[in-house]
């Protein structure tokens, strides 16, 4: 195709991607940045296993060995990309693990929607009575629009982070090559 003959999505693609390989490398102070919403997501995984091994009465019957399995699964999949950005500095690298945590995430928030075994009644439970009115207010209807919500944005941002992913080491690869073509004369 003609570069003016490009549909405008692929333009764009290829607008940010020119972007995002410019500033490829993580900053030092980013990159400590990054281990701190693997913190928030430890905490996160902590409060559910504390509804998980107290009789809190948050997790429904219907919270099995699959649910069980998913939610963990879908957190810890959560945090890779963040580890993976803090250890090795690499913003293009960690495009593949955004995307494959989202495909993780998608699966998960299908499933615990579809299933739904959570009795949000006693989701502030764990915290201490004097904290409990920080989380009374959510509700299993407002958490059933954040799992529907999470289901459309981890399908769009899987698709998004690996057409990115491959733009992005096209163009990185190409200004290796001019590089090193450049030290060779």
């Known amino acids: 195709m003609e570069r003016g003959t490009e549909r405008p999505a692929l333009k764009w693609l290829e607008g940010q991607a020119e972007k995002e390989a410019g500033r490829d490398i993580v900053p030092s102070s980013e990159r400590r940045a990054q281990f701190i919403p693997v913190v928030g997501i430890i905490v996160v995984i902590a409060f559910f296993a504390i509804h998980q091994t107290r009789p809190t009465g948050f997790f429904t019957e219907d919270f099995g060995t699959v649910a069980s399995v998913l939610l963990y699964g879908m957190l810890i999949a959560a945090a890779v990309p963040f580890l993976v950005r803090g250890l090795v500095g690499r913003k ?94």
């Open 92 to 185: 293009n690298l960690t495009r593949l693990f955004e995307a494959g945590a989202m495909v993780v995430v998608f699966v998960a928030h299908v499933y615990l929607l579809a299933v739904f075994p959570f009795n949000f009644t006693h989701f502030a439970a764990p915290l201490p009575s004097s904290l409990e009115f920080l989380l009374d207010w959510v509700s299993a209807t407002l958490a059933k629009w954040v799992l529907g919500i999470g289901i459309i944005g981890s399908a769009t941002f899987s698709v998004f982070s690996l057409l990115l992913y491959l733009t992005v080491k096209r163009l990185l690869r190409g200004r290796n090559l001019a590089s090193q073509e450049a030290e060779l004369r």
